[in-house]
C-alpha cells in the first residue's frame, strides 16, 4: 500500500512539473515579439528625440525591436488613449512628458476625457529630466519674460501669438497663467507639436512658444531663436544666462521638466519591472549619457512609483489653475 501511495505521489509531483515548466518557460519569455513605444508627438520633438535614443538601446539589449509610433494631437491625450487601451501584456508602453498631466486635469475638467488618468496607466520610469523654456521669434525686441510683459503693456498696438502643442499642454497652460500674472493679452494657437510650432517661430510667423531644451537647444545655442526663461528651480548648466520665471517674479510658472514611460494599468509587475530594468540600463550606457547631455537632458532612470508620483504631484500643482483658466 504504502509503495502505491508512493507511486501516487510521484506521478502527481511530473504531472505539476509538466504544468509548470510550460508557465516558467513563457514567463521568460518576454518579450518575444516587437514593443511599441507610443510617442504621443510628431517626429522631432523632444520627447521623440529622447524615446529614439532610448527605444535603440532597448532594441539592442532585448533581443526584439522597440519601434517609436508617433501619435501627435490634443496635447498629447490622442497618443496616451491608445496606450491606455491597449492590451497590458508589455508590448504597447508610452514615452510621455510634462504636458501629461496637466492635458489631463484640462480634458477632465472638460469632461471630454477619453481615459481615467488615475487609473488607465502604470508608470514604468522617469527617463530623462529636460528643463523646459520659453522661446520666441528673434525678431521679438524682449531678451526675457519679465521685458515681454513691458513690451506688450506698453505698446498696446502689438498683437502677439503664443504657440503650444495643443489644449491643455504644458505650453498653454503656462501661457495662460503668464497672461494673468503679467497682465497682458496674447492669442493662442495650437499646433500637434513642438516641432511644427518651432518651424513657425523660426519664419517669424509665431513670436511666443516653448517646449523642452532638447528639441531647441541647436537654435538657442546659434541665436536663431531666443530663450526668454527656463520653468525650472535653477538655471540651465552650459546655459547660464537663461533667467528662470521665479527670478523674473512669476513662481506660479514653475514647472519642471521630464519625459517617462508608462504601459496600461494591470500590466503584470513582473513586465514593468523589466521594463523598467532595461530603461534605467539604456539612460545609465556611456553612449546615451553623452547624447543626453548634448541635448541638455540628464537622465534619470527612476522607480515606477516615482514616475506616479511625478504624474500626480503635477497634476495637483496645476489643477487649480486649469479649473481657473476653464480650459476647452
Not at 38 to 59: E, S, Y
Not at 101 to 127: E, H, K
Request: aromatic share 6%; proline share 7%.
Amino acid at each position: 500500500m504504502r509503495s502505491v501511495s508512493l507511486n501516487l505521489k510521484r506521478v502527481f509531483t511530473v504531472i505539476a512539473l509538466a504544468f509548470a515548466l510550460p508557465l516558467s518557460a513563457f514567463a521568460q519569455a518576454y518579450p518575444s515579439k516587437p514593443i511599441k513605444m507610443i510617442v504621443p508627438f510628431p517626429a522631432g520633438g523632444t520627447t521623440d528625440i529622447v524615446a529614439r535614443i532610448i527605444a535603440q538601446k532597448m532594441t539592442e539589449s532585448m533581443g526584439q525591436p522597440v519601434t517609436v509610433d508617433n501619435r501627435g494631437g490634443a496635447g498629447g491625450n490622442i497618443g496616451a488613449d491608445l496606450m491606455a487601451k491597449a492590451a497590458p501584456d508589455g508590448y504597447t508602453i508610452m514615452m510621455h512628458n510634462l504636458s501629461f498631466p496637466l492635458a489631463a486635469v484640462a480634458q477632465a475638467l472638460a469632461n471630454r476625457a477619453p481615459f481615467n488618468v488615475d487609473t488607465d496607466f502604470a508608470g514604468v520610469s522617469i527617463a530623462v529630466y529636460v528643463p523646459f523654456i520659453w522661446t520666441a521669434s528673434p525678431n521679438v525686441p524682449a531678451k526675457d519674460l519679465k521685458e515681454l510683459a513691458n513690451l506688450l503693456k506698453s505698446n498696446k498696438s502689438l498683437q502677439y501669438n503664443y504657440g503650444s502643442t495643443g489644449p491643455g499642454s504644458t505650453m498653454h497652460v503656462l501661457g495662460e497663467a503668464y497672461k494673468k500674472d503679467a497682465g497682458i493679452s496674447m492669442e493662442h494657437i495650437p499646433f500637434k507639436g513642438a516641432a511644427p510650432l518651432k518651424q513657425e517661430l523660426l519664419a517669424g510667423r509665431l513670436q511666443i512658444g516653448g517646449d523642452q531644451l532638447s528639441s531647441s537647444l541647436a537654435e538657442v545655442k546659434a541665436g536663431t531663436l531666443k530663450a526668454l526663461a527656463t520653468t525650472a528651480s535653477k538655471r540651465i548648466e552650459g546655459l547660464p544666462n537663461i533667467p528662470t520665471v521665479k527670478e523674473l517674479g512669476y513662481p506660479n510658472l514653475e514647472l519642471e521638466g521630464w519625459n517617462g514611460v508608462f504601459a496600461p494599468a494591470k500590466t503584470p509587475k513582473d513586465i514593468i519591472d523589466r521594463l523598467n530594468k532595461e530603461i534605467v540600463a539604456a539612460v545609465k550606457h556611456p553612449d546615451v549619457v553623452k547624447r543626453l547631455n548634448e541635448l541638455g537632458a540628464e537622465g534619470v532612470g527612476s522607480t515606477p512609483a516615482a514616475q506616479d508620483a511625478m504624474l500626480r504631484k503635477q497634476m495637483d500643482q496645476f489643477r487649480a489653475i486649469i479649473r481657473e483658466m476653464k480650459l476647452e
